[in-house]
Each structure stands twice: as structure tokens, then as C-alpha cells.
């Protein structure tokens, strides 16, 4: 009788609720890679699962060895972060949905390989998570309240939201892969000082104000990680910061509690989607 954890959100919009997300889901910095410095999160996806995290956000992009049609999930490049290949990722996932019949859970890859819509498709048949998959009625952001409840998902079984950042040729022919910029709006990342937060809209580029936002009837994802400059415009995450960053201490500068609440002020509204690093820290 519990959604998502909880029975009050079963017959909850999925648009008027607030999702945890960890961002870059995929590259993990362990003991096993030596705390490699691209890694965002300290545990894999399914953990991240289990511990309550609802939304993984990833970076596709093609294998640079093994041609264009295979896909892997790698951060900046596959050079910097290799975290396998794509459909390894989505069975893992599949597999963890098979276990938690009663659990909606998000999906947004970062498109940076320009991946067709076709060719993306190919790896969730792959996978096997194909068959969760969710198709809307509507083709760009609704009123929130429109969005289906969480007993619907879970009655349909089709469990799996996936928004993706861009896609080339559009999504003809895999219509579940949902152009994230038809549905949500996000405020700025690669944020490397706890002052430098901010609740204003930053993507897509046809919102550049709060009003905008306001009345466009989108998502708000709040991207809340906080990174470290390195020089020549690399910036990677700053692991020491993270359980001041995600902290829930609305008092506290640059916490994820104190964002929340100014965006939520902003906006009348909570953040549909909070985006963090290290999730299980703070």
C-alpha cells in the first residue's frame, strides 16, 4: 500500500513531488578505483535505490573503440570516466524495478555523444527495462497536477520516467524518451562557492526569468552539487564540502536545506527534483 516509500504519495501527482536525485548516479569513487576524482557518489545505483533516491541523472555517450551503436555511461568522456556500458546500467536498474513493484523511478541522461533517439532505444530493449517505460498522453509540460499519480504508474507497471537532455533528430520512434527541456527547467551547476547557489532558471534558454518559469507549468529541477575549480575550466566534485552542501540546515550558507527553501519561496512551490552529489552525505 506504499508508493515510493510512503502510502500518502500513492495517489500523489507524480508532479507534486519532491524526488531526491543523485546526480551522475553511475560514477562511483571507491576504495576500488582509489576515490577516483570524477566520481560524484560513493555508491552504486541500485544502493542509491534502495536507500530512497528516486531520480539518477547520466552521461551517455558512444564507445570510442567499439563504434557508434554501443553506448556507454562516461563522464565528460570515456577517457576521464568510464562507468560501463549503458545497457550494463539499465539492466541493473531493471532488474532493482523488478524487485520493487510499487516504486517510479526517474531517469535523465546527459546526451553528450548527440546519441539518436533510435540508437538509445536499441539499448533499453537491450537491457530488458524497456517494458517499464512510460509513454505521456501530452507532448510538452503540463499543469503539474495533470501529471498521473503514483498508483497509476505502478497499476500500468510502466514504472520508468526518462527525460533526456537533447536529442538530435527528436524522439520519433521511441516516444518514452522525453526531451527533458519540454517538461522541466533547471537553475545553473558547476556551482564552486557555497554563496554561488542561486533559484533562477538557467535552462532551456527560452526561460530566463522567475515569471517565465513560473507560468511555463514545467518541473523545477534544482541542481544542488557543489564543484571545485582546478584550473583551464575543469571543475570537479568537491567531496569535503558535501555534508555541508547537503546539509538540511536552512540557516546554514550554500546548505541544500537553505536552497530548497529560498527556491521553494521563489517559485510557491517546492523543488519538484533536488540533484546532489554524494547523496547519503549531510
Not at 68 to 82: E, G, K, M, N, Q
Not at 102 to 131: C, H, P, Q, R, W
Amino acid at each position: 500500500s506504499a508508493c515510493n516509500n510512503s502510502p500518502h504519495l500513492c495517489s500523489r501527482s507524480y508532479g507534486n513531488i519532491t524526488h531526491l536525485g543523485a546526480h551522475d548516479s553511475p560514477f562511483v569513487s571507491n576504495e576500488a578505483n582509489k576515490f577516483n576524482i570524477g566520481g560524484n557518489q560513493f555508491w552504486n545505483s541500485t544502493i542509491q535505490l534502495d536507500a530512497g533516491v528516486r531520480l539518477l541523472s547520466g552521461q551517455v555517450h558512444p564507445s570510442p573503440s567499439e563504434g557508434p551503436s554501443v553506448l556507454r555511461v562516461c563522464h565528460t568522456s570515456c577517457a576521464i570516466y568510464d562507468g560501463g556500458l549503458l545497457t550494463d546500467w539499465l539492466a541493473s536498474i531493471s532488474r532493482w524495478l523488478d524487485r520493487n513493484a510499487n516504486e517510479v523511478v526517474t531517469l535523465l541522461l546527459v546526451n553528450g555523444g548527440g546519441i539518436e533517439a533510435t540508437i538509445l532505444d536499441s539499448a533499453y530493449k537491450n537491457s530488458g527495462i524497456a517494458k517499464y517505460t512510460f509513454t505521456p498522453s501530452f507532448t510538452s509540460a503540463p499543469v503539474l497536477s495533470s501529471w498521473p499519480d503514483l498508483n497509476s504508474f505502478v497499476s500500468s507497471n510502466k514504472r520508468l520516467i526518462t527525460f533526456v537532455d537533447s536529442l538530435p533528430s527528436g524522439n520519433t520512434g521511441a516516444s518514452y524518451l522525453l526531451p527533458e527541456f519540454s517538461y522541466i527547467f533547471e537553475n545553473a551547476y558547476e556551482i564552486t562557492s557555497p554563496t554561488g547557489f542561486t533559484c533562477a532558471p538557467a535552462r532551456p534558454p527560452t526561460i530566463s526569468t522567475t515569471a517565465q518559469a513560473q507560468s511555463s507549468n514545467m518541473m523545477f529541477l534544482q541542481n544542488h552539487f557543489l564543484g571545485t575549480a582546478l584550473g583551464a575550466g575543469i571543475v570537479i566534485p568537491n567531496m569535503n564540502a558535501s555534508s555541508n552542501t547537503n546539509g538540511p540546515d536552512a540557516n546554514v550558507t550554500g546548505s541544500l536545506g537553505a536552497a530548497a527553501k529560498e527556491c521553494q519561496m521563489i517559485y510557491n512551490k517546492a523543488p519538484n527534483f533536488l540533484l546532489v552529489d554524494w547523496f547519503d552525505h549531510g
